[in-house]
């Protein structure tokens, strides 16, 4: 028969799956020899085959616990209910990954009338007994029995008020009966049923109340931003209890080994005398810092420090520790990883390994990737933000903090900006129109769009604050107003954005500066030794370039040649060049276009040295770079000087049902060479300017995008060979440079053999692969992606992390038709992917070269390929 339960004696860390991270630490502190009181796990396995049997305890793991129950107490000497010596358990889940606060705990089960009274009697404290019995009904009661716990809190502080008292530890042993009674008649009055005296019954209904809790909303929601499978299921973990309430010489605290907001080596945490271990997270009263432990119970204080030592070296990392103190007597009943922010996580990785107790390959794999970018950018402080009101939630599409005033039009932003004011773009979407508004805002809030939209695309290779698809947002441009539920937001009103969590507050919050430590910088270098993957930017401006090389880029994985268009001084040329109806019209629109661009690959290339720069051709549909509102479309007629109705005409023509599947990236150059001839004129004249002026040997990687027939990238070679030939020659100048195209088409993949004869290398443009191979639009997936999160059909949004097995399946054949072909290909990925530690670790396994992200995620990049390394020794392919 499986078994279902387990002693704490038998349990150890590897377990942690089996036993929840909780009973795990429960079972290896036991086996360590520390003073942890006795109890017992119910596996993650049998919350799991609970949700099988329709959401029932059946009969055998009922027995099970029952004998487990038994041995806890022969073991304690007390029986659980009875009036002789009564045994009490608390009932705590404990899922294999950490969840602080998100479900559910009961303390002092086994108490009823009969055995309250025992307690009264082997421990000579009726007050003690009764504030026990009456913290049991009120847990149980909002736990198990689903009474709000306010209908309790109202009897407690009623009753203190009669008093004439603020703390609850004034109350005496009848005022507390009193309370116990009316408690008992809550419970009758909301569930029609007394309150259960059976205390094995208590056992059952608290343990189905734990596993119940595994799906109550707020654990779900932890369980999606923290992207914890819903399939774990929690531990149940049934241990007796120790008292923190039997007066002066007992308490109760949560302490943590080293601070977990800076990292520095000392105890942090705090404590109540006289008081049950609730009672320092639920701020009923003020709980004291762990320091003053020393005066008021030197020996357990000593005692503490001690087991806090042991702790940290026996588990390499900083602890979380739950104590209770029972007349002088410590006792530990929790230890877990400590949460931590991410300078400290940095800060207490290499301190541990100057310490002697990491090395540094344990020391990097103690640092989430995805924290470190929070290090980058500033944040918002603490306290004030302890303070602010939400107004709604959004994706954290890039990370940062941001204040502003409210503005609903590039053009406002900017002007705004011109004053000297600080404005936050509010847009329904955002296009590349509005990229000079992006430029010159704080930050940027959408109501539509995911974590590979426009906004989020663009935001984070500014390195700038972005909150995405704030579904709540009801946005009135022409009144200038946004609405969440009924609350109006009015032009010129501040907000502020957090990047890092997606949420939007009301007003004016202050922030803090970045941090990059001296302990950072020794942490990436440890990393960048490790790893074997190199880490390219995705950069189009000199100014992007610059961030990312100081953040440690080794190249340019993708350059985006459209966003040069977008200034106020090209944006005209450009649509002069896509209005015309004849090739020279057109000619003479790139002719003007080819200095600016030119210089643009001229300052890449200086910024960026002797490193490679992947270049892609133009991408975007042409109806991106026109306007689309009729008083725009007049403007741009009489700016233009042509007819209103001749123009509508052209930007009507150029619309298209699915412009993502339409008329772009390579096909635009079947139909007008002349675009892709301006641009490898730009690149290579930019690259021998560079070699001459400034000794740079410059080997520029020309790139194709949208390729999906090998006779599509033979025609849009020759475009590039002959024009590249021809400014070479012209220009006398030896140069090598190399020609690609981006894997972005499943038809692409899988042909990627015959593409490989043709291509030099290979970039996955994993944001178009993952849309064409879904066949979901990442402009609209959000709209219904979060309920398939919710719903389990999805476990994490393909366009944050690679879908292993259908896009990442499409990749890896890629790779190997594509080295089978021609061996020495170069491999990348330049997709949105290329910033997420799971995907890098993906890449890495396939055995790509480099990740390309955008600059603010390139420590993010080299920590995880580090940590790739460190887990995959010798499976990458």
């Not at 080994?257 to 008081?275: H, I, Q, V, Y």
């Amino acid at each position: 028969m499986k078994k279902y339960v387990y002693g704490f004696h038998e349990g150890t860390t590897e377990m942690k799956s089996l036993l929840g991270g909780k009973g795990a630490n429960l079972g290896e502190m036991t086996s360590i020899g520390l003073p942890v009181p006795s109890g017992f796990t119910v596996t993650t396995e049998a919350c799991n085959q609970y949700y099988e049997e329709g959401g029932r305890l059946w009969e055998e793991l009922k027995g099970e616990i029952l004998a487990h129950l038994r041995n806890l107490e022969e073991k304690m000497g007390k029986k659980l209910g009875t009036s002789q010596n009564p045994l009490l358990v608390s009932v705590r889940s404990g899922s294999a990954v950490s969840m602080p606060g998100m479900m559910d705990t009961i303390l002092n089960l086994g108490l009823n009338d009969i055995s309250v009274e025992g307690l009264v009697s082997a421990t000579n404290n009726p007050r003690f007994a009764y504030d026990s019995y009456r913290r049991f009904i009120q847990m149980f009661g909002d736990v198990v029995l689903e009474i709000p716990k306010y209908k309790f809190d109202s009897i407690l502080e009623k009753k203190k008020a009669e008093k004439g008292i603020e703390e609850d530890t004034k109350l005496t042993a009848e005022d507390l009966q009193d309370i116990i009674e009316k408690y008992k008649k809550v419970v009758k009055k909301e569930t029609g049923l007394d309150f259960p005296q059976d205390a094995k019954e208590q056992l059952f209904m608290s343990v189905e109340a734990v596993f119940k809790s595994w799906n109550n909303p707020r654990a779900k929601v932890y369980r999606r931003l923290n992207d914890i499978p819903d399939v774990l299921g929690t531990a149940v973990n049934i241990q007796s209890m120790v008292f923190g309430n039997m007066g002066d010489t007992s308490g109760t605290g949560v302490a943590f080994t080293r601070d977990p907001s800076t990292g520095e080596n000392k105890l942090f945490g705090e404590f109540l005398m006289n008081a049950q271990g609730e009672d320092v997270v639920a701020g009923i009263r003020t709980p004291r810092p762990i320091i003053e432990l020393k005066a008021k119970m030197p020996n357990a204080y000593d005692k503490f420090k001690e087991v806090a030592e042991l702790l940290e070296a026996h588990y390499k990392d900083m602890q979380d520790i739950e104590f209770t103190i029972e007349n002088q007597e410590l006792y530990i009943l929790q230890t877990r990883n400590g949460k931590r922010t991410a300078l400290a996580a940095v800060n207490i990785a290499v301190d541990m390994y100057k310490e002697g107790k990491l090395s540094k390959e344990e020391a990097i794999m103690r640092v989430d990737p995805l924290q470190v970018e929070q290090l980058l950018h500033p944040t918002f402080k603490e306290k004030e933000l302890a303070q602010a009101v939400v107004i709604t939630k959004g994706l954290p599409a890039s990370s940062g903090a941001a204040t502003g005033k409210i503005y609903f039009t590039p053009e406002d932003v900017v002007n705004a900006n011109n004053r000297g004011e600080k404005a936050i773009l509010v847009r329904t979407e955002t296009s590349p129109e509005d990229i000079e508004g992006m430029v010159a805002s704080e930050g940027i809030l959408t109501a539509r769009g995911g974590m590979t939209s426009h906004a989020a695309v663009v935001a984070r290779g500014m390195g700038k604050c972005c909150i995405a698809g704030a579904g709540d947002v009801r946005i009135d441009e022409q009144d200038k107003t946004f609405k969440v539920g009924g609350k109006l937001y009015k032009e010129g009103e501040y907000i502020s954005l957090d990047g890092n969590q997606g949420v939007v507050y009301e007003g004016k919050i202050a922030t803090e500066e970045s941090q990059l430590t001296e302990n950072f910088l020794e942490l990436m270098k440890w990393a960048d030794a490790l790893r074997r993957l190199k880490i390219r930017t995705n950069a189009d401006t000199p100014r992007d370039t610059k961030q990312a090389i100081e953040f440690g880029a080794e190249g340019i994985g993708l350059c985006r040649t459209e966003h040069m268009f977008f200034e106020e001084s090209r944006i005209f040329v450009m649509r002069k060049m896509i209005l015309s109806r004849r090739e020279e019209e057109r000619r003479n629109a790139l002719a003007q276009l080819l200095p600016m661009q030119r210089e643009d690959f001229v300052e890449i290339f200086r910024a960026m040295g002797d490193r490679p720069v992947t270049i892609r051709l133009l991408d975007p549909p042409l109806h991106e770079f026109l306007p689309h509102e009729e008083e725009d479309i007049k403007h741009l007629a009489e700016k233009m000087q042509v007819p209103y109705r001749q123009l509508l005409e052209v930007v009507e023509d150029l619309k298209e049902m699915n412009p993502m599947l339409g008329h772009r990236g390579c096909r635009l150059a079947v139909t007008y060479p002349e675009i892709y001839e301006m641009q490898v004129q730009a690149i290579i004249e930019a690259a021998i300017i560079v070699k001459e002026e400034d000794g740079i040997d410059v080997i520029p990687e020309i790139m194709i995008p949208l390729v999906g027939e090998l006779k599509e990238l033979q025609y849009n070679k020759d475009i590039v060979l002959r024009k590249a030939r021809e400014v070479i020659e012209e220009q006398g100048v030896d140069l090598n440079y190399l020609i690609g195209t981006m894997i972005e088409v499943p038809r692409a993949a899988i042909t990627a053999d015959d593409i490989a004869t043709e291509a030099e290398f290979f970039s996955f443009g994993t944001n178009d692969l993952t849309q064409m191979t879904f066949g979901y639009s990442r402009d609209d997936a959000g709209k219904f992606i979060k309920e398939y999160k919710e719903k389990n059909i999805l476990e994490k949004d393909p366009f944050q992390r690679i879908d292993r097995k259908g896009v990442g399946k499409l990749m890896e054949i890629a790779v190997k038709l594509g080295k089978e072909a021609r061996p020495d290909i170069k491999l990348g990925i330049c997709g949105e992917h290329g910033g997420d530690p799971n995907s890098i670790e993906f890449c890495h396994i396939l055995g790509l070269d480099y990740v390309s992200c955008s600059p603010y995620r390139v420590p993010v990049a080299r920590l995880a390929a580090a940590q790739a390394a460190i887990n995959n020794k010798g499976q990458s392919k």
